[in-house]
């Protein structure tokens, strides 16, 4: 008995390494990939001012839509491969990755084309007015026809990392983000190429980070290869049904940024958007941290689902949720305390409104970080264990279905503020579900 006890113990000390490990990797990951965003924000303000900063906010939810599709293919696909790993289905791992990239492929070249025709009438009808419809429309013209960059490149970093490359994943990532910093520098002040030198330097970044990964390939270390087989479309509903969440969660960032851009302009004009732009820069940061402990967690979740070891599977997720919930308090007790420097940041033109109204959302709009922590660690968890219709529906919730109504009420009746409360409120309704259909998946298990 003793024994036992000391063996269970040690496979436990072993899985907590492991998870930090992984953690640790996929967080610094994450963080390099925000910065993509983080960097032209910082540096449109600087170089192009306020009217640079509301075109780059109007613009950003294209790129949540471009990446999702990535993260989509990626998390699906990374989370097949841990489980038919787990398993020793090497040809069905292979199968399964090669539909994957046709996949990426086809929507690639649906963006491509989107970008080649179409940017100027979605930055319109995503509110751009005259004073800033040309920088809004070029940003987005070669966002898109980056996209192909962009969706491989976040592919190839789920699959890498879910095959023991967490560090090669992390350091592809964190390159590719300081050479967007680097380039960004040189292209909007040194050679003065405006807001196409930002969106330039943002779409050479994961080009430089897939160049990063390729010692994967080179040196033999990948369980996972090409191969040109035929479309097998029960696969890849597979790899879509458990996929999916993670483009609802970015659609919906999509859709919340161009829903509270709108009520914004309306409620404060471009200088309420452009506040707007410096909280919804630092919440992909805050949510960049939260997806890299989740996605830390998810290769071993899918792992010791693969092979039956609920123990580990339940540990892996204990240590993931108390770690997101303990770090979202920290980020929020950070913000709170640092919320005025960190809009000087972002303000180049001592913008006082901006200040102001960027100051009073910040301390409403992150008070849902634990919340978003416990609902994404869930999302993640269902995911990672072939619970597909939870995690839609969870990611549903919180994207729209309470979101939506949420931020239109609180609004009426609150003004500016009810915008910035109803991400919280919405999140901390969404945790009840998920909850309860953790404690239903746990009355199932042995």
Not at 303 to 311: A, E, H, I, L, V
Not at 324 to 341: E, G, I, K, N, R
């Amino acid at each position: 008995m003793k024994k036992n006890m000391r063996s269970l113990s040690g496979r436990r000390g072993t899985c907590r390494s492991e998870f930090l490990r992984y953690t640790a990797f996929s967080v610094l990951g994450t963080l390099g990939i925000s910065c993509y965003i983080l960097a032209d924000t910082y540096f449109i303000a600087k170089g192009l001012g306020s009217d640079g900063l509301a075109a780059l906010n109007l613009a950003i939810p294209v790129y949540n839509f471009i990446y999702g599709s990535g993260l989509m293919l990626g998390m699906g696909g990374a989370t097949m491969f841990s489980i038919y790993s787990g398993r020793g289905e090497k040809g069905l791992a292979d199968t399964m990755y090669s539909n994957v990239v046709y996949i990426a492929l086809g929507i690639s070249l649906i963006f491509f084309a989107i970008g080649c025709f179409g940017a100027e009438p979605i930055a319109l009808a995503l509110g751009a007015d005259d004073s800033i419809l040309t920088m809004t429309s070029i940003y987005l013209k070669w966002l898109l026809l980056f996209s192909p960059a962009f969706i491989l490149n976040t592919l190839l970093q789920c699959f890498v990392r879910n095959d023991g490359g967490p560090q090669l994943s992390m350091a592809a990532m964190i390159t590719g983000s300081a050479a967007n910093i680097l380039l960004d520098y040189i292209f909007i002040f040194s050679l003065n190429m405006g807001m196409f030198g930002a969106v330039f330097a943002t779409g050479i970044s994961p080009v430089v980070s897939m160049i990063m990964m390729l010692p994967h390939w080179l040196k033999r270390k990948n369980h996972f290869s090409f191969r040109l087989v035929s479309l097998q479309w029960g696969l890849v509903k597979q790899v879509l049904s458990l996929g999916i969440p993670s483009m609802i969660a970015q659609m919906s960032a999509a859709l919340v940024m161009i829903l509270f851009n709108l009520l914004i302009l309306r409620l404060e004009g471009n200088t309420g958007v452009a506040a707007y732009g410096v909280i919804a820069n630092i919440a992909i940061v805050t949510t960049a941290i939260i997806n890299g402990i989740a996605q830390g967690a998810q290769p071993l979740l899918s792992r010791f689902y693969g092979t039956g070891d609920r123990n580990q599977e339940r540990a892996v997720l204990g240590y993931a949720m108390k770690t997101a919930v303990a770090t979202s308090v920290l980020l929020y007790f950070l913000l709170t305390a640092f919320a005025s420097p960190i809009t000087g940041i972002f303000n180049s033109e001592g913008n006082k409104a901006l200040q102001e109204i960027a100051e009073t959302g910040m301390k409403l709009y992150f008070l849902s970080l634990a919340a978003t922590s416990v609902n994404t660690i869930f999302a993640s968890f269902f995911t990672s264990v072939e619970m597909a219709l939870p995690a839609q529906i969870l990611s549903l919730l919180r994207g729209f279905l309470l979101l939506v109504p949420t931020v239109f009420g609180l609004a009426y009746f609150f003004g500016i503020l009810g915008v910035w409360l109803s991400f919280p409120a919405a999140e901390g309704a969404a945790v009840c579900y998920a909850v309860a259909a953790y404690r239903r998946y746990g009355r199932r298990m042995p």
